[in-house]
């Protein structure tokens, strides 16, 4: 009788150490989720960056051309006329036709 009670409390221990195993995956699947909420909180911060920008108030766009006489204004001083006609090549591209 003893020695199987001893079997029986053996068994028990195996069923024991499975479950220790199944909350172990559940800790792993746990730890999963906790990484995709971090994912989304990151998500969420670039589209509240996103509306911060359009909050900003209005400078002009990086992407867009600068005004059509902008780049001549800024070379046409007293100091740099000269070189401007020398090399106006350079600085007016002649378009081809």
Do not use: C, D
């Amino acid at each position: 009788m003893s020695g199987e009670s001893a079997k029986v409390s053996g068994e028990s221990a195996k069923v024991s150490g499975e479950s220790a195993k199944a909350s172990g995956e559940s800790a792993k699947v746990s730890g999963e989720s906790a990484k995709a909420r971090r994912k989304s909180a990151k998500v969420s911060g670039k589209s509240a960056k996103a509306e911060g920008e359009s909050a900003k108030p209005h400078h002009p766009s990086k992407h867009s051309p600068p005004p059509k006489n902008y780049k001549i204004k800024e070379l046409l001083s007293k100091e740099q006329l000269p070189y401007l006609i020398a090399n106006h090549s350079t600085v007016f591209p002649r378009k081809s036709s």
